[in-house]
């Protein structure tokens, strides 16, 4: 078994393409889960903790969060807290402070887990994650990167370096619905962003990936408790939920149109 | 009682639990010691018919159950566990044990044994497991005849109910009764008309609780090795003397040939009782000749040993001004593969569903049924928070339909000093009412009732029961207490510390506590069912008196005597009583059915307190640990294969659950010490179950997940605005 400890992101991209198989490691807090549970195992590491660019954090214009940067920086810097409220929320709810000081925006957005709370309020967002390997570089938004149950777009060679968040130009709203413990993942989460024009609805934790459906939400009119019932039901009808420990899929779609509606008349005022 | 010692600051910054700075069992390296893995059933039921080693190196032993054919069962109340399952009976069972150099050794070992099946069958639940056409988990019963089988056993044979314990109060007794009770009888069944003749009113319902797990943070650990034929063994357990019995009797050795170091555990809540894989541990040490050392793993521990799932049907019947008249309950009490001590659990499951109530009549039948899941035993509440989760709820109910005020009913019905409970004993020292009362006070019963639920408990102390202790003079003028009282983070170190230094008042410096060696300590029944502080405070003081006329070695010994009879329950339940209350205010989202704890309070009586830090502790985290009892603990069983055995999948309460709780400790001026490590794990299920439940649901199934919340409302819900 060997472990690397690469500082540079150049570095990071000449292993991981000689080493497609290595498995990357940011935080550790899924990774060493799954290890525990023996549902993976690997001979190559690539530790991405002494890489300091991945830890670059600008608000200057977007919200840029290197790949390394925690959720709890991200949950507590003043400027994400004032201009990126929802952003904010969504990280500051997940799990408790001790995950949340090492677990990265880099690592949720890879380990694709259903069951987050940032993905889905960073596809309302409109997130972009920038992706590299030694091809290149390319912008992949939040709402193409994650496919499916544990599964990305990213090509064995690449790694996510940067996460950007444009300026919010109206207000969010994140609701986690919790069925267990208070540091439980969530059974339910939605995430609604306004913009010039409309909202973006997300629906998070209920099925393989964050679901969003611009058809539905062009139907929203804001304020109005008629159209609001109509996009939460809309939303409860057409997503696949899943059953799971947090709750059945009838639960699930049942309380989908509740929070849904919850989540659009927070957004409304 | 000094006024020092009740001035507690709680742990010093030095204490080494907080410092990181105690040796755990898991701590303890014996040199070359080999590494035990267990390789185990993936079938709920069946026998095994091959087991393929081929892939295993030449130098790890491999124990088969062949290989142990030799040794005889063993079970501290029923003897049907052997060494290694050829027939497994859970998923889990220990088929095949490896022996290896190194823990990686093991562990590769382990894996690459296949085992081949001949699957059977499985039950499951507890009730349908004593229905005629369950397939039997065992063919016989046999008692076992260790001093933890300290009632006769009342198996069913022909039946998965392995112990059957009934109360008969004296107009109830003398009918010509079924041995089992299958089916829920209906009110005019002939044995109980009479019983409820005098009621206004009867309510009746289904109360169901599922199993659960320990999750002390440290796993089991053991390291067993032969001395100059003599075994030893290093363990955590909360059974010293027990387990020595026990493992004696396996090997055919003379107790006093059996070493037990009992080091500090790392949590225990009754996970580390009895034989766990200490019989495994030492039979491999015996094979190899060499020191062996197993420690769990995570998942493993979650199928070492659950808490009972239990399915209690209970009927009460009232007059209308509220006189409580009758009370029937069966309960059917799922205590998994092996019987463990879950015959005593359904015992005290059993007279705890009566409540701290006068009735006219009582008739209980508590089963204790085997099934195909991982064996049950004790748990912290040993068998009273499930049945109080139903006795408590249906009193609610029955408020509910005679219109009377639930914490008035309560009261009006409480036992009293020189009331006879339903074993036919006298009551003293009893402190309902109060209990009842600050437990009202503490949500503002006066002030509006919505959302807001009470309960009261009693549970009884392990009884009959003995516990010894030595205090032996050091030559250096200080004084070392020898006792089996084992320190699972309740602070009994410290507790026997106070408790010496009060009796031989010297300073608290002065007293060494060591932790339990059967070699070294004298005899005690166990430190289980919160009795060691109560036990121990009294056989301190004699032995203090023993010292100081007999000079360097002082002994004392306390026996409390009594029992129940399996038939009619009629006896001494316990010597004293573990009495406590709780008090709920909760909001339901009746979209949602999320339940918000907005305060939770309990109330335990102390008589009174030796070391109040840890006394608060065990009142709070008996509170924390019932909170997620009530809310969200549950192990999930599909067709026998728990599908949550890790920490994701298996929530326990957090630090966010517990914001809300407060509670206190009822003390009396001169009163005995009594034992609280569990009274406020009872009361709290109903307590939020009777607040939910006022705001129009009826909540009758532990854990309340908010879809079974949204399920059990009463009333059609109100399209919200
Ligand atoms: C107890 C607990 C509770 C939790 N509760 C919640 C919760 O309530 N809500 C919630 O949203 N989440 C929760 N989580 C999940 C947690 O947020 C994720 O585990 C975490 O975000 C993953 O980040 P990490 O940096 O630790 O990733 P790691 O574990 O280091 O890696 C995760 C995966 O991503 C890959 N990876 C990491 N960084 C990169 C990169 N830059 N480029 C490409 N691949 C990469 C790794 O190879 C690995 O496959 C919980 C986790 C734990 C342990």
């Known amino acids: 078994m060997s472990w690397h400890m690469p500082t540079t992101v150049d570095e990071v991209l000449r292993l991981k393409a000689s080493k497609p198989d290595a498995t990357v490691v940011a935080g550790g807090t899924f990774l060493g889960l799954v290890i525990r549970q023996g549902l993976l195992d690997s001979d190559e590491w690539i530790s991405l903790q002494n890489v300091d660019e991945l830890r670059a954090f600008g608000t200057a214009g977007d919200l840029s969060a290197g790949a390394m940067v925690t959720h709890r920086r991200i949950e507590t810097e003043p400027a994400v807290r004032r201009d990126w409220p929802g952003v904010a929320e969504a990280f500051g709810v997940v799990a408790s402070p001790r995950v949340r000081n090492v677990a990265t925006i880099g690592g949720v957005l890879a380990d694709a887990d259903y069951a987050s709370d940032p993905p889905a309020m960073l596809v309302a967002s409109r997130a972009v994650a920038e992706v590299a390997s030694v091809r290149g570089m390319r912008r992949v938004p939040i709402e193409e990167l994650i496919v499916g149950h544990y599964e990305t777009e990213l090509d064995d060679d690449e790694i996510i370096t940067r996460v950007l968040v444009p300026r919010p130009t109206g207000s969010a709203a994140y609701r986690k619905l919790r069925t267990r413990s208070r540091e439980d993942r969530p059974a339910v989460s939605v995430a609604a962003v306004r913009e010039t024009g409309g909202v973006r609805v997300v629906v998070g934790a209920v099925s393989d990936r964050p679901r969003h459906y611009p058809d539905i939400c062009a139907e929203w009119r804001p304020g109005d408790e008629q159209s609001t019932r109509e996009v939460a039901a809309a939303y409860a009808d057409r997503i696949p939920c899943l059953d799971d420990g947090r709750g059945s899929a009838e639960y699930r779609r049942q309380v989908v149109s509740v929070e849904v509606r919850r989540a659009l008349m927070q957004v409304s005022r | ?721």
Not at chain 2, 53 to 81: K, L, M, N, R, W
Not at chain 2, 96 to 108: D, F, G, I, K, L
Not at chain 2, 548 to 558: E, L, M, P, S, W
């Open chain 2, 1 to 721: 009682m000094t006024a020092d010692m009740r001035r507690s600051p709680g742990p010093s910054p030095a204490d080494p639990r907080v410092v990181g700075g105690l040796d755990y069992s898991i701590d303890h390296h014996v040199p070359g010691a080999w590494h035990l893995r267990l390789v185990r059933s993936d079938v709920a039921a069946g026998r095994v018919v091959d087991i393929d080693t081929t892939g295993v190196e030449s130098d790890v032993t491999i124990i088969t159950p062949a290989d142990v054919a030799a040794y005889g069962t063993f079970g501290c109340q029923i003897a049907d566990q052997r060494v290694l399952a050829a027939e497994p009976k859970f998923a889990g069972d220990p088929v095949v044990a490896v022996v290896a150099p190194t823990p990686e050794a093991a562990r590769e070992a382990a894996a690459s044994i296949q085992l081949d099946y001949d699957e059977a069958h499985g039950v499951f639940n507890e009730f349908e497991a004593a229905t005629a056409s369950a397939p039997l988990v065992h063919t016989s019963h046999a008692s076992a005849s260790g001093d933890a089988a300290y009632f006769a056993m009342r198996p069913l044979d022909g039946t998965n109910v392995c112990h059957r314990f009934r109360i008969r109060t004296p107009e109830l007794r003398g009918y010509d009764e079924p041995e089992l009770i299958r089916e829920l009888p209906p009110l005019d069944d002939a044995t109980m008309s009479d019983a409820f003749a005098g009621s206004d009113i009867v309510v009746e319902e289904t109360f169901r609780t599922p199993a659960a797990a320990h999750v002390p943070m440290e796993p089991h650990a053991t390291t067993a090795q032969w001395v100059d034929g003599r075994l030893e063994v290093i363990t955590g357990t909360q059974t010293p003397f027990n387990l020595r019995q026990d493992l004696a009797a396996l090997f055919g050795l003379d107790p006093a040939d059996v070493r037990v170091v009992a080091p500090a555990m790392g949590g225990s809540f009754g996970a580390k009782t009895f034989m766990r894989t200490e019989a495994i541990t030492a039979v491999a040490a015996a094979f190899t000749g060499k020191p062996v050392r197993c420690v769990l793993d995570r998942d493993e521990v979650f199928s070492e040993v659950t808490r009972h799932a239990s399915t209690v049907w209970m009927r009460m019947g009232a007059t209308r001004e509220g006189r409580f008249v009758a009370k029937q309950m069966v309960a059917y009490v799922n205590t998994g593969a092996y019987a463990d001590c879950g015959p005593g659990v359904a015992q005290k499951l059993g007279y705890a569903g009566v409540g701290p109530y006068r009735f006219d009549h009582v008739a209980v039948d508590s089963y204790c049924t085997y099934t195909n899941l991982p064996p049950a035993g004790a748990f912290r509440g040993y068998g009273a928070m499930q049945s109080a989760w139903a006795s408590e709820r249906l009193v609610d109910m029955l408020a509910g339909e005679l219109h009377i005020d639930p914490v008035e009913l309560r009261r009006m019905n409480l036992l009293r000093d020189g009331d006879a409970f339903c074993t036919g004993e006298i009551m003293h020292d009893t402190h309902f009412e109060e209990l009842l009362d600050d437990a009202a006070k503490a949500v503002a019963w006066n002030d509006g009732r919505d959302g807001k639920g009470v309960a009261i408990i009693l549970k009884g102390m392990q009884t009959p029961s003995r516990a010894e202790v030595a205090i032996h003079a050091l030559p250096d003028g200080r004084f070392e207490v020898r006792s089996a009282t084992a320190d699972m983070g309740q602070g009994a170190p410290e507790a026997l510390t106070r408790m010496a230094a009060d009796v031989l008042g010297v300073p608290p410096e002065h007293i060494v506590v060591p932790p339990p060696d059967t070699d070294l300590a004298p005899y005690d029944t166990r430190t289980t069912s919160s009795r060691s502080t109560h036990m121990m405070s009294r056989a301190l003081a004699a032995a203090a008196d023993d010292l100081r006329a007999n000079g360097t070695v002082g002994h004392g010994r306390i026996v409390n005597d009594g029992g129940l009879d399996p038939d009619t329950g009629t006896g001494v339940a316990s010597s004293h009583w573990h009495q406590g209350a709780a008090a709920a205010h909760v909001d339901v989202d009746d979209e949602t059915g999320i339940i918000d704890v907005r305060s939770l309070y309990a109330t335990s009586y102390a008589g009174r307190v030796v070391h109040r830090a840890a006394a608060e502790l065990q009142n709070e985290g008996s509170m924390i640990m019932s909170l997620g009892t009530a809310l969200f603990e549950e192990l999930t069983y599909v067709d026998g294969q728990l599908v949550n055995p890790n920490l994701s999948e298996y929530n326990i309460a957090s630090a966010l659950d517990g914001a809300t709780i407060h509670h206190r400790l009822l003390e009396t001026p001169g009163a005995e010490v009594h034992g609280l490590g569990e009274t406020a794990v009872p009361p709290v299920p109903p307590a939020l179950g009777n607040a939910v439940a006022s705001l129009g649901y009826h909540p009758c199934r532990l854990p309340m997940t908010p879809e079974r919340v949204l399920a059990s409302r009463v009333h059609p819900r109100q399209e919200a605005p």
